[in-house]
């Protein structure tokens, strides 16, 4: 089984400071973690993927993210946050080695930033 | 390349009516997904096909929900009849068949019923 939390519903940062999304995940094989932003009235655009290879993943718009398998956790992060950063991000898990899995979506953050 | 479709964006329909919402996935995908956020909720996994085929429909939460996908291309989902609890976002993606790729979503359609 898979599940992930978002330990943060919503996050409200000033322009300029620094930009963190908590994500905890729960897995029974190994995960693919992936980051998905949604802007009002938008779809969901893919931020970012993790899927075995670097620890480290970087994404678009400055966000990164660090898988932590010791901390079962896969926070996001931008040095400097923008106001067209606000909207709603969503950390999702899948199983890595199922090509057709589906995936399992956290509950949503939602990103307000204050000028 | 062109990314996911969906349509209508919106639909605004009366209870018992009935109302058909269709994807049109990335040419050569053939995951194809649905899934659904009602009332600010979880985003929800209704079902997913390879090609034609269901391969997991565990999350359609009744016998009102009918989703095809004739010749492995386009997908329809129809709600037959339209309940108040129907209301929400409707979100449709696909993807390749390689674990590696992430999924590739419409916009959605918004679906209220009054």
């Known amino acids: 089984a898979q599940s992930v939390t978002q330990l943060d519903s919503h996050v409200s940062v000033s322009e300029g400071t620094p930009v963190l999304l908590r994500c905890n995940y729960s897995s029974s094989y190994s995960p693919s973690l992936f980051w998905y932003v949604q802007h009002p009235n938008k779809g969901l655009q893919l931020l970012l993927k993790y899927t075995s290879a670097a620890t480290l993943v970087k994404g678009i718009n400055g966000f990164e993210a660090e898988f932590k398998k010791s901390e079962t956790s896969f926070h996001l992060t931008k040095p400097s946050a923008h106001m067209s950063d606000a909207a709603e991000y969503f950390c999702?898990?899948?199983?890595?080695?199922?090509?057709?899995?589906?995936?399992?979506f956290g509950s949503g953050t939602r990103l307000s930033i204050r000028p | 390349e062109a990314g996911v479709t969906q349509f209508p964006s919106h639909s605004v329909i009366e209870k018992g009516q009935t109302v058909t919402l269709r994807c049109d996935p990335i040419s050569g995908h053939d995951n194809l997904y649905w899934y659904r956020r009602v009332m600010g909720k979880e985003i929800k996994f209704l079902l997913h096909f390879v090609k034609e085929s269901k391969q997991d429909e565990s999350g359609m939460p009744n016998n009102r929900f009918l989703a095809e996908r004739t010749g492995g291309t386009y997908s329809t989902l129809k709600v037959q009849p339209a309940e108040l609890e129907d209301s929400g976002v409707y979100f449709c993606?696909?993807?390749?068949?390689?674990?590696?790729?992430?999924?590739?979503f419409g916009s959605g359609t918004r679906l209220t019923v009054v």
């Open positions: 999702v898990v899948r199983n890595r080695y199922s090509s057709a899995s589906k995936i399992i």
């Open positions: 993606a696909s993807s390749q068949v390689d674990r590696n790729y992430g999924y590739t």
